[in-house]
């Protein structure tokens, strides 16, 4: 009888997420196939490709439908940079549960990688050129700065790691905050950065920013996005793979008790590391695709209140889960711009018609109201249910 | 009795909170495969001596000896690593994770494979029918999905990483089973029914292979039906080769368990013996019971 009810009361609840992984494999792979297909196809939304239709009702989600709206494939691109930043984020936040609240030092960290050795105008170019005897319009391919910026990061990550991992909770985000803004303080007064006026020509995959770009242009951003876009989904699969790995265990072991973890054999300080590395070195890849597709950076874009957007996006979508990290990151990036272009607001006095001028405000506003209605976040991390049921029952019963 | 060999050595081993001796010089060996009662009044410092002895704490002057190496200030996870595994007094699992992950975080402490390996599933290996996912399905496209995976994984090789996994799931399940909590694999810690998570943490203990095996008061909030189905538990891990230390207030229990008894009073070894011996030790007795007034 109860266990009749239980299974009754099981079906009723049954979540999206049990539906999905209910799914067969097979079934699984092609949704996702779809999707991707679908993410792709995002900034030809409401066109069909190749035709002059369009699909009714999709066009209106975009971004540059209204007078004065943003450029939807730019708003795409910075969505998906955003992402890349809320998964890194949620490696070392939602997953390995250390508050970081420096990140944005890992994005400058990548951004300034990419601009100083591969821009024609960084001081550092110069000064490599002038002592090692080097052709006057070198600098370094862009395919290298990636792994230059992936380097560098881990290695800032370790470093600021190293002395620091020792510390919890609280203390460990007041250090994070303070090399955050450490990062940017050396950014704008030494003189080898650039300085306050930053870097301009910062290259792209076609080299320096110039008017014969063929893809990668200032004035067509869609290829921006898709790159973009790929690089979110690697560092998805990449994040996937740790999660659901000895190390994924035990970040959430270190969240969950450290002291039990560790009595276990977690080597916490290892697993630690191991997560601010990761963390930013995809912090480093959203700056160096930021820095890139702007091709202009300077250190005011990197202040402490990025960082405190970046925690915000973690947390309103949901620590911990990548889908939620990433919807956080979505909703906080798309929603202002949105709105800007609705034209909705227009009953508010002038200088509240835009909502991404007061889009800090926003985000407290949706931080306490998330942090009231649902602390786990839009999208809570649920473990995964592993599919046991009838191999448990094979297990030999032991004497 | 007297061949079998030491396999943990509390050599006089102090521990001191400031002015509180929590621990005053004490010294006992632990056999290879018995049970070892440690039992004394609340605050007697068990608790403490386990702690000492898991590296929670740094003994203050002593050293504990385990298995022919001094492991008394090293990091807990290396004393784990050198074979002792502990439970809680007071459970301490890691509440968000499943059941079964948190017995696959005991396993990981054998385990080698760190984040490049995870990452891109270097190195591999061919050619074992083992290490290759199981086909399962009756038929349908499920089948052909996972056949197709089987020969992909014949194909390109199974990574370390992988073998590790399918073995931890193999081993931590059947370990949940050993417990007696295998139907609780896939919900949440935090969800299980104490009993069960006072199981979970022994599983969990048990799935970092150790030769030493330290329960902290198991049978807490047990009632007498489970504290039989506990002893006979505690029999079977011992029957398979493990040695246990056991902390337990229940007199019963440690009685019909242990092999031998220590008992501690105020951080004091006050007695160490056979179970008899030591419940008419006029000590123990006083430890627990009190000293009449002499006067």
Redesign the interface.
């Known amino acids: 009888m109860t266990a009749n009810e239980n299974t009754v009361t099981k079906k009723k609840k049954r979540s999206f997420a049990d539906r999905w992984n209910g799914l067969p494999g097979w079934s699984r792979f092609f949704w996702i196939m779809g999707g991707v297909i679908f993410l792709f196809y995002l900034p030809e939304l409401g066109n069909i490709p190749g035709t002059n239709l369009e699909i009714p009702g999709l066009g209106f989600l975009r971004t540059d439908v209204g007078v004065g709206g943003s450029d939807w494939d730019s708003i795409l691109f910075r969505c998906a940079v955003f992402v890349l930043i809320a998964l890194g984020l949620n490696v070392v936040v939602g997953l390995a549960g250390l508050l970081d609240l420096g990140y944005v030092g890992f994005f400058a960290i990548g951004a300034y990688s990419v601009a100083l050795f591969g821009s024609q105008q960084s001081p550092v170019v110069k000064l490599l050129r002038a002592n090692f005897d080097l052709a006057p319009d070198w600098a370094l391919a862009w395919s290298w700065c990636i792994l230059l910026a992936i380097v560098l990061t881990m290695f800032s990550g370790v470093l600021l790691g190293w002395p620091t991992l020792r510390l919890r909770g609280d203390y460990l985000a007041i250090v994070t905050l303070g090399f955050g803004e450490i990062i940017r303080i050396i950014a704008r007064n030494s003189t080898i950065t650039g300085g306050p006026d930053g870097i301009t020509a910062i290259p792209g995959p076609e080299g320096a920013p110039n008017a014969q770009n063929k893809y990668f242009s200032i004035l067509d951003q869609k290829w921006w996005y898709w790159l973009a876009l790929v690089a979110v989904l690697v560092v998805i699969l990449a994040v996937r793979r740790l999660e659901n790995s000895r190390v994924g265990r035990s970040w959430l072991a270190i969240r969950e008790d450290e002291d039990a973890a560790a009595v276990m054999g977690v080597h916490g300080f290892k697993f630690k590391l191991w997560a601010f590395a990761i963390g930013a070195a995809i912090g480093g890849l959203s700056g160096l695709l930021f820095a890139s597709q702007q091709a202009f950076i300077d250190p005011s874009q990197f202040n402490v209140n990025l960082s405190i957007l970046f925690v915000a996006m973690v947390v309103v979508g949901g620590a911990g889960n990548m889908a939620g990290a990433a919807l956080g990151a979505i909703l906080l990036t798309y929603l202002p711009e949105r709105l800007r272009s609705l034209g909705a607001l227009e009953f508010l006095p002038e200088r509240f018609q835009d909502p991404a001028e007061f889009r800090y405000l926003l985000f407290g506003l949706a931080m306490v109201v998330v942090m009231i209605l649902r602390p786990q976040g839009l999208l809570p991390s649920k473990r995964r249910a592993r599919e046991l049921k009838d191999r448990a029952q094979e297990v030999p019963v032991n004497g | 009795m007297a061949e079998r060999s030491v396999l943990l050595k509390v050599d006089n081993v102090t521990l001191k909170f400031g002015g509180v001796v929590a621990l005053d010089s004490v010294s006992f060996d632990l056999y290879q495969g018995e049970i070892l009662g440690l039992i004394g009044p609340n605050g007697a410092g068990k608790t403490t001596c386990f702690n000492a002895m898991?590296?929670?704490y740094r003994p203050t002057s002593g050293q504990v000896v385990f298995d022919g190496q001094t492991v008394s200030g090293k990091?807990?996870?290396e004393i784990?690593?050198s074979g002792i595994?502990?439970t809680?007094q007071n459970i301490?699992?890691?509440?968000?994770?499943?059941a079964?992950?948190n017995v696959?975080?005991?396993t990981?402490?054998?385990?080698k494979?760190?984040?490049p390996g995870?990452?891109f599933?270097l190195p591999r290996r061919w050619g074992h029918e083992e290490d290759l996912p199981e086909v399962?399905?009756k038929g349908g496209?499920?089948r052909?999905?996972?056949e197709f995976?089987r020969s992909a994984a014949k194909f390109f090789g199974v990574s370390r990483?992988m073998q590790?996994?399918r073995a931890a799931?193999r081993k931590a399940?059947?370990l949940m089973?050993?417990c007696g909590i295998?139907?609780a694999?896939?919900e949440?810690a935090r969800n299980l029914p104490y009993g069960s998570q006072r199981r979970l943490e022994i599983a969990?203990?048990l799935a970092?292979e150790p030769k030493l095996l330290c329960l902290d008061e198991p049978a807490a909030g047990f009632n007498p039906a489970e504290k039989v189905e506990l002893m006979d538990l505690i029999k079977?891990i011992r029957?398979t080769g493990v040695t246990v230390l056991l902390i337990e207030h229940d007199m019963r229990l440690v009685m019909g368990v242990t092999d031998r008894i220590v008992v501690l009073e105020f951080g004091r070894k006050i007695a160490d013996g056979a179970p008899a011996e030591v419940r008419d030790n006029p000590k123990v007795i006083a430890a627990y019971l009190g000293v009449p007034d002499a006067a």
């Open positions: 898991t590296g929670v990091k807990p996870y784990n690593h595994a502990r809680f301490r699992l890691f509440p968000e994770m499943t079964l992950e696959l975080v005991g990981d402490s054998r385990h494979v760190s984040a995870a990452l599933g399962r399905a496209p499920d052909s999905w996972q995976k990483h590790e996994e799931e399940l059947e089973h050993f295998e139907r694999a896939n949440q969990r203990a970092t079977k029957d």
